[in-house]
């Protein structure tokens, strides 16, 4: 019973947190691209829009509203004098932070969906959408630079669905790496599982003039799809993509070390809810006659929100390879975790 209670009371006030955060979030990303979006097919295109940036934006708000519902909670149970009788009967505060769990198991499953799973689907639709929308006077993306199987290449344009290059350089190189011929070609079309080139300029090292040809096969580019997120990254990627892009089975915008911080932080995420919970334990026995209720709302959102802007920096020195990306992804959680338990035994025996 305690625990459905719980639970039903911490769940009830992060969703609502949740969806809050989201709503304040996307009317202001609305305000800013309400105009370009017009110009993309209307009035009815904004609920398209809105549909496609809200996976991202609960997922990244899931952290925050995790931290509010356990505060909102616990202030609730506190101000009742539900965590009194809670004492009175023999509970300590890590059996409530015990029975919470099964909660934070859900709302950790649910982030890691949002992230992993759909938020890199919608990300893609709207990265796709944009650029297949765009008005024609909106200026030439940047010239797409990729490695592939030996090969260097440079892409002046990439169609939505990737299937169709135009402006393409091709260096090709030799097992031992050095420079064996240069490819210029007008375009690039994709059919039959391999990359077709049309008006091609072939230099090479050891002849003296260019040999051109109306075709030619490039068996080392990459799909279609690879291509699409070469032109147009996203920055949420599913585990398999990441693991993928780190054995070199998908072709990345970045280092590795960018990945590898990804892959880790992704893990680490699944333990926001937990450590949200955790720092916000000790409101529990602040009473609002006491005194210590305010002061203790404000240590239990420094902290929090500590916590995650040191995830966040840490995180980004580690996509720059700054620090090793394991050190990234868990420090910011370790560090606090040890400092919320240390808090809840202090309160535990204070």
């Known amino acids: 019973m305690l625990r459905a209670y ?25 305000l800013d691209r309400t105009g370009a979006i017009l ?41 009742g004098l539900e965590t009194t009788a809670m004492r009175a009967a023999g509970l300590s ?32 639709a709207f990265a796709d959408w944009w650029a297949a929308t765009a008005p024609a006077d909106t200026p030439a993306p940047d010239r797409v630079w990729l490695r592939s199987h030996g090969d260097v290449a440079a892409i002046a344009g990439v169609s939505p669905n990737g299937k169709r290059l135009t ?9 031992a790496g050095t420079l064996s011929a240069t490819l210029d070609a007008r375009s690039a079309d994709y059919g039959g599982g391999h990359w077709t080139l049309h008006d091609v300029q072939i230099d090479r090292p050891d002849r003296d003039t260019a040999e051109t040809r109306p075709d030619l096969r490039w068996p080392q580019g990459p799909l279609p799809a690879n291509m699409a997120e070469l032109a147009r990254p996203t920055d949420s990627q599913t585990l398999g993509r990441l693991s993928a892009t780190l054995r070199g089975r998908w072709i990345g915008v970045h280092g590795a070390p960018y990945y590898r911080t990804q892959l880790q932080s992704l893990i ?8 949200m919970v955790l720092l916000a334990m000790p409101l529990l026995l602040a009473l609002p006659r006491s005194g210590t209720s305010g002061l203790e709302t404000m240590k239990v959102l420094t902290l929090g929100l500590g916590a995650m802007a040191a995830a966040g920096l840490l995180q980004a020195l580690g996509n720059a390879g700054t620090l090793p990306p394991i050190v990234a992804a868990w420090s910011a959680t370790l560090v606090f975790g040890v400092a919320g338990a240390v808090r809840l035994q202090q309160a535990e025996i204070g």
């Open 167 to 175: 402006g393409l350089m091709i260096v090709q190189r030799s097992a």
């Open 268 to 275: 680490a995420a699944l333990l926001d809810p937990f450590l």
């Open 39 to 79: 110009t993309r097919g209307g009035a009815g295109r904004v609920g398209f829009y809105v549909a496609l940036r809200l996976p991202t934006l609960l997922g990244e708000m899931m952290p925050l509203a995790a931290l509010l519902g356990a505060l909102l909670t616990f202030m609730r149970l506190a101000g």
């Open 93 to 124: 505060l890590w059996h409530v932070l015990w029975s919470l769990m099964p909660a934070c198991l859900l709302v950790s499953g649910l982030e890691f969906v949002l992230q992993n799973e759909v938020a890199p689907r919608t990300e893609r």
């Open 6 to 30: 719980l639970s039903k009371l911490f769940l009830s006030r992060l969703l609502a947190s949740l969806f809050g955060l989201a709503a304040i979030l996307q009317l202001l990303d609305l």
